[in-house]
């Protein structure tokens, strides 16, 4: 171990049931245990725990999370307990993405559909280049991690190294930049783009968005500066920098013709296999296909679809697994039969990520299969995959997984199971009681009273006719309650359209409201929950997405409706998990609707009693009295905005300083120049202006 790599936060302190986990998993590394599990109960620090463990092993970190929103809340997290680490953000980089595709049944041939989000293509780039320059890495990854991502040893070999005095021609430099993908232009700089000012070159590199100007002067590098491309002000005076690919793909021109002629041969081959079998369609298809992507390629050096003959371009051997992110990790570049790869993973709620892991091949394999048959794609096209989950397993080494409710698989695999169920606040969790949903419900509501873990009994007793509300206007009712004491609330569906019918309804009401569910954007999803927790809406209304790690200590109140509708969205980790989400709140409450009890809910209801009692016991032992968790409200959206954002921002804030606060009457300020500005022609400053206005509405409709 390392124990200087990583620099921990001193702004906290382990405690609770923290230290004896910390101790705990830190001995199993120093075992060799491959496999551990943190069986942490909500809100009780697991990601600082594991933070510590990170922090004493000393090596580089992969934490796996099972959506782009959870992943996002982690880095961020992780940046505040390491504000001198590379902490790092890598995700699929598709606001949307419709895979290619072929429906024999209907005949249909969908074509390849995608958004790239230029922001977090930036965001990998700077996960690669940090885990290619630095030891203290963590990287906080969705399951996109095991997706093909190109050979790391092409991409660190074409890098790019400028340094003062180093001998360089301008022409050179040029040549060098374009070889590596970049853009030239003559307008404003974007990543991944340079431009040339008679003896000084600009440059953005796709992982920033500050610019580089390299001064050349007989035939040297005389100077390097890093400067704001926005109001043009210096920033630093550079020693040396290094300047990445734009692409993670590359491919030498010399292994470009040998993988051009490989292509050719498959062709042929499979040519003739689809003639000897009669399919004459299949084999014009395929044909028409190659030649003109071959043609692509030889050109532009590119062509649609690309990525399906990245084994030939790549020099691998039919079969062979694909390079990802796993590859780039400097541990895992050594082979496999050395030891294996020597950096932590962590899978974060690893009762949901695994399976996404371990189903991703086959889903992928299936599709491929059916482009292949029927000449859409070349064979060598199924190369071009996410890792099987038995390859995943021997290219990462110790693995810890955390989660409140670890799976069978975490519990058969793991070599030991920590605990942890006290939280450090002295919250508990929350409180849980069923409420009939109709009229004629045999449940009216649990006892309150001593907490154990028996089972609640059930109370047959019928609402007088007519007088019973039902599980939407009873939840209003509590909400409302909730939101008198400062509190936030929320109601978890099981479709999406009754997610957005419900949100809809309480609208009416005079609740402010917002839905979530998987059909909204990565940026929009983060945007809401940080939107939720600063009080812009009263009550979030979500399907599965309000499961698994939200940390929103804000909510008071949960409604779960329907409750006793038993399947995936209601099953004993599913109910876990949701009641979980009320355990950061001193207040916290749970109401489960439903006509009758299930096994889940028996079981739910069983488990989050006796994690109950053991913290009551341990404060009453110990004289604490829970405090709600108060955090501050951040998110990575912050990051993903342009550096013009960030600027307007700076120059707004001393604005309004000026104003004394007043937004409205600097908004109506803005407004008048803007239209001056439109009158003189001044376009350039009436867009800067209108930007500005933007900003500052956001701004007012928040406060």
Same mark, same amino acid.
């Given at each position: 171990?390392? $124990?200087?790599?990583?620099?921990?936060?001193?702004?906290?302190?382990?405690?609770?049931?923290?230290?004896?986990?910390?101790?705990?998993?830190?001995?199993?590394?120093? &075992?060799?245990?491959?496999?551990?599990?943190?069986?942490?109960?909500?809100?009780?620090?697991?990601?600082? #725990? !594991?933070?510590?463990?990170?922090?004493?092993?000393?090596?580089?970190?992969?934490?796996?999370?099972?959506?782009?929103?959870?992943? /996002?809340?982690?880095?961020?997290?992780?940046?505040?307990?390491?504000?001198?680490?590379?902490?790092?953000?890598?995700?699929?980089?598709?606001?949307?993405?419709?895979?290619?595709?072929?429906?024999?049944?209907?005949?249909?041939?969908?074509?390849?559909?995608?958004?790239?989000?230029?922001?977090? $293509?930036?965001?990998? +780039?700077?996960?690669?280049?940090?885990?290619?320059?630095?030891?203290?890495?963590?990287?906080?990854?969705?399951?996109?991690?095991?997706?093909?991502?190109?050979?790391?040893?092409?991409?660190?070999?074409?890098?790019?190294?400028?340094?003062?005095?180093?001998?360089?021609?301008?022409?050179?430099?040029?040549?060098?930049?374009?070889?590596?993908?970049?853009?030239?232009?003559?307008?404003?700089?974007?990543?991944?783009?340079?431009?040339?000012?008679?003896?000084?070159?600009?440059?953005?590199?796709?992982?920033?968005?500050?610019?580089?100007?390299?001064?050349? /002067?007989?035939?040297?590098?005389?100077?390097?500066?890093?400067?704001?491309?926005?109001?043009?002000?210096?920033?630093?005076?550079?020693?040396?920098?290094?300047?990445?690919? %734009?692409?993670?793909?590359? #491919?030498?021109?010399?292994?470009? &013709?040998?993988?051009?002629?490989?292509?050719?041969?498959?062709?042929?081959?499979?040519?003739?296999?689809?003639?000897? *079998?009669?399919?004459?369609?299949?084999?014009?298809?395929?044909?028409?296909?190659?030649?003109?992507?071959?043609?692509? !390629?030889?050109?532009?050096?590119?062509?649609?679809?690309?990525?399906?003959?990245?084994?030939?371009?790549?020099?691998?051997?039919?079969? *062979?697994?694909?390079?990802?992110?796993?590859?780039?990790?400097?541990?895992?570049?050594?082979?496999?039969?050395?030891?294996?790869?020597?950096?932590?993973?962590?899978?974060?709620?690893? +009762?949901?990520?695994?399976?996404?892991? /371990?189903?991703?091949?086959?889903?992928?394999?299936?599709?491929?299969?059916?482009?292949?048959?029927?000449?859409?794609?070349?064979?060598?096209?199924?190369?071009?995959?996410?890792?099987?989950?038995?390859?995943?397993?021997?290219? =990462?080494?110790?693995?810890?997984?955390?989660?409140?409710?670890?799976?069978? #698989?975490?519990?058969?695999?793991?070599?030991?199971?920590?605990?942890?169920?006290?939280?450090?606040?002295?919250?508990?969790?929350?409180?849980?009681?069923?409420?009939?949903?109709?009229?004629?419900?045999?449940?009216?509501?649990?006892?309150?009273?001593?907490?154990?873990?028996?089972?609640?009994?059930?109370?047959?007793?019928?609402?007088?006719?007519?007088?019973?509300?039902?599980?939407?206007?009873?939840?209003?009712?509590?909400?409302?309650?909730?939101?008198?004491?400062?509190?936030?609330?929320?109601?978890? %569906?099981?479709?999406?359209?009754?997610?957005?019918?419900?949100?809809?309804?309480?609208?009416?009401?005079?609740?402010?409201?917002?839905?979530?569910?998987?059909?909204? &954007?990565?940026?929009?999803?983060?945007? =809401?929950?940080?939107?939720?927790?600063?009080?812009?809406?009263?009550?979030?209304?979500?399907?599965?997405?309000?499961?698994?790690?939200?940390?929103?200590?804000?909510?008071?109140?949960?409604? !779960?409706?329907?409750?006793?509708?038993?399947?995936?969205?209601?099953? *004993?980790?599913?109910?876990?998990?949701?009641?979980?989400?009320?355990?950061?709140?001193?207040?916290?409450?749970?109401?489960?609707?439903?006509? +009758?009890?299930?096994?889940?809910? *028996?079981?739910?209801?069983?488990?989050?009693?006796?994690?109950?009692?053991?913290?009551?016991? +341990?404060?009453?032992?110990?004289?604490?009295?829970?405090?709600?968790?108060?955090?501050? !409200?951040?998110?990575?959206?912050?990051?993903?905005?342009?550096?013009?954002?960030?600027?307007?921002?700076?120059?707004?804030?001393? $604005?309004?300083?000026?104003?004394?606060?007043?937004?409205?009457?600097?908004?109506? #300020?803005?407004?008048?120049?803007?239209?001056?500005?439109?009158?003189?022609?001044?376009?350039?400053?009436? /867009?800067?202006?209108?930007?500005?206005?933007?900003?500052?509405?956001?701004?007012?409709?928040?406060?």
């Amino acid at each position: 171990m390392n $124990d200087n790599v990583f620099k921990l936060s001193n702004k906290f302190k382990p405690a609770g049931d923290q230290p004896q986990a910390i101790a705990e998993l830190l001995q199993g590394l120093k &075992k060799g245990m491959k496999k551990q599990t943190l069986l942490g109960a909500t809100a009780t620090g697991k990601t600082f #725990t !594991i933070a510590n463990v990170i922090a004493a092993w000393g090596k580089p970190a992969l934490v796996i999370a099972h959506n782009k929103t959870l992943a /996002a809340q982690l880095a961020q997290e992780f940046r505040e307990f390491f504000p001198s680490a590379a902490v790092h953000y890598f995700v699929s980089y598709y606001d949307y993405y419709q895979p290619e595709a072929y429906m024999p049944i209907t005949d249909t041939y969908i074509e390849k559909d995608a958004q790239i989000n230029k922001e977090i $293509d930036r965001l990998r +780039h700077a996960t690669t280049q940090a885990l290619l320059s630095r030891r203290d890495v963590i990287i906080v990854a969705s399951v996109s991690c095991i997706y093909g991502l190109g050979s790391p040893e092409e991409y660190e070999k074409v890098n790019l190294k400028l340094e003062l005095g180093q001998k360089m021609e301008r022409t050179t430099l040029l040549k060098r930049l374009i070889e590596i993908h970049f853009e030239r232009t003559n307008a404003d700089l974007n990543s991944g783009q340079f431009r040339a000012l008679g003896s000084r070159v600009e440059i953005m590199p796709v992982s920033e968005t500050m610019m580089y100007q390299v001064a050349l /002067a007989a035939g040297k590098i005389s100077k390097i500066t890093k400067v704001d491309p926005v109001s043009s002000k210096i920033l630093k005076e550079e020693q040396s920098i290094f300047i990445f690919p %734009t692409k993670h793909f590359i #491919t030498e021109e010399g292994r470009l &013709k040998i993988a051009l002629s490989n292509i050719k041969k498959e062709l042929q081959a499979q040519l003739k296999k689809f003639e000897k *079998e009669g399919k004459l369609l299949e084999a014009e298809r395929i044909k028409r296909r190659t030649n003109y992507d071959l043609a692509m !390629i030889k050109e532009i050096g590119y062509c649609n679809g690309i990525e399906n003959y990245s084994r030939h371009l790549s020099g691998k051997k039919e079969g *062979e697994p694909p390079e990802t992110l796993l590859s780039y990790f400097p541990s895992a570049r050594r082979s496999l039969g050395e030891g294996g790869p020597d950096f932590l993973t962590i899978i974060d709620e690893s +009762h949901v990520t695994l399976q996404q892991l /371990a189903g991703m091949y086959a889903g992928d394999a299936s599709r491929k299969n059916t482009l292949v048959e029927y000449g859409f794609r070349l064979p060598s096209a199924k190369d071009n995959r996410p890792l099987k989950y038995s390859e995943f397993e021997e290219r =990462i080494g110790p693995v810890i997984y955390t989660s409140a409710t670890p799976a069978e #698989t975490e519990r058969k695999t793991s070599e030991q199971t920590v605990e942890q169920i006290i939280r450090p606040t002295g919250l508990v969790d929350p409180e849980v009681v069923v409420r009939g949903v109709s009229a004629n419900s045999p449940l009216e509501e649990y006892p309150k009273g001593e907490v154990d873990s028996s089972t609640p009994s059930r109370k047959r007793s019928t609402p007088q006719e007519g007088n019973y509300p039902g599980q939407i206007q009873d939840f209003i009712t509590e909400a409302e309650k909730t939101i008198t004491k400062g509190f936030r609330a929320m109601a978890t %569906t099981l479709t999406k359209k009754m997610a957005e019918d419900l949100a809809a309804y309480l609208k009416e009401k005079g609740i402010k409201t917002e839905y979530l569910h998987s059909d909204i &954007k990565t940026i929009e999803r983060i945007k =809401i929950l940080t939107e939720f927790r600063r009080g812009a809406f009263d009550v979030l209304v979500g399907v599965n997405l309000l499961r698994e790690g939200l940390d929103l200590p804000e909510v008071a109140l949960i409604g !779960i409706l329907d409750a006793d509708k038993e399947g995936f969205l209601r099953s *004993e980790t599913s109910l876990i998990q949701i009641i979980g989400r009320a355990a950061r709140n001193a207040e916290g409450k749970v109401i489960l609707y439903a006509d +009758h009890i299930t096994g889940s809910m *028996e079981r739910a209801i069983a488990e989050t009693n006796r994690r109950r009692s053991i913290q009551l016991a +341990h404060n009453k032992k110990h004289g604490i009295t829970p405090k709600t968790i108060m955090k501050n !409200i951040k998110d990575i959206t912050e990051e993903l905005e342009s550096e013009h954002e960030k600027v307007l921002k700076r120059e707004l804030s001393l $604005d309004l300083e000026i104003f004394g606060a007043d937004i409205k009457k600097l908004i109506k #300020t803005k407004e008048k120049e803007m239209s001056k500005a439109v009158k003189e022609l001044d376009f350039e400053s009436a /867009a800067i202006l209108r930007d500005e206005i933007k900003i500052l509405e956001e701004k007012s409709s928040r406060s």
